[in-house]
């Protein structure tokens, strides 16, 4: 089972680019740099992350040990142990929600944030989690907000314990049981979905995601698979 090495600073312009410089430097699978705050925190197609302090902010330095091409598979179970650890710090009755391909949901706002990045042998896998702070402009949720109980550095050990226990399953039994899990707790088939890829806009139902966690989508042009855009309720 991996082990996790936590650097902690009060601010960074983005941990990924921390973990990233790091990692070149040899920084061993496990090596997590989490930060207090950001001044440059970054998300999904180069838009900026809100980073002030009271929410979770850090990445982690990956060194998989499988083929490049299966390294997208880690989007889903980082998916999986934010839902986890989300979970963990919410009254009982409220559930996280995961859509494609790694957006953790929760009452229809977007909870957290997964960034994934390639440093040259290693894999950086950012994430941010709202413990306090919504960022302005977006349907966000926070744990405090949703009557939660969570300081930082508590969701921080959550997260990992999660992570480390989904990566074992993973290395032990592979992607099956990733994305069993992820569709349990991801928009049922059906649901009418949005996706944006570049100027390139589609629309369609979910229908599944494949075994390599392709997006599977039913449209007026027949069924599509699609490996990268951003997802949103159509
Ligand atoms: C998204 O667009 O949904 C992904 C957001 C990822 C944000 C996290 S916060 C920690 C790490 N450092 C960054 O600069 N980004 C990621």
Wanted: aromatic fraction near 6%; charge should be negative.
């Amino acid at each position: 089972m991996v082990s996790f090495d936590v650097r902690h600073y009060p601010s960074l312009g983005s941990t990924n680019d921390e973990a990233m410089r790091l990692a070149r430097e040899g920084a061993a699978d496990g090596t997590v740099v989490h930060a207090d705050e950001q001044t440059a925190g970054r998300g999904r197609f180069a838009r900026r992350w809100s980073s002030p302090p009271g929410n979770l902010y850090l990445s982690i330095v990956l060194r998989p040990g499988v083929p490049l091409s299966r390294w997208p598979e880690i989007s889903f179970i980082a998916a999986l142990a934010v839902a986890d650890a989300v979970e963990a710090m919410l009254p009982n009755q409220l559930r996280a929600t995961l859509k494609w391909p790694n957006d953790v949901l929760l009452r229809d706002g977007k909870i957290a944030g997964i960034l994934l990045e390639q440093a040259t042998d290693a894999l950086i896998l950012g994430i941010g989690i709202n413990v306090l702070e919504a960022p302005p402009g977006t349907p966000a949720s926070t744990i405090v907000g949703s009557g939660g109980l969570a300081s930082v550095d508590g969701m921080r050990g959550k997260l990992l314990g999660a992570l480390a226990g989904w990566l074992d399953i993973w290395q032990q039994d592979g992607f099956a049981p990733i994305r069993t899990a992820w569709l349990t707790r991801a928009h049922p088939p059906g649901t009418r979905l949005r996706l944006t890829l570049g100027e390139r806009v589609v629309e369609g139902s979910f229908n599944d995601i494949d075994e390599a966690g392709a997006l599977i989508i039913d449209t007026d042009e027949g069924r599509l698979r699609y490996t990268a855009g951003d997802v949103a309720a159509a």
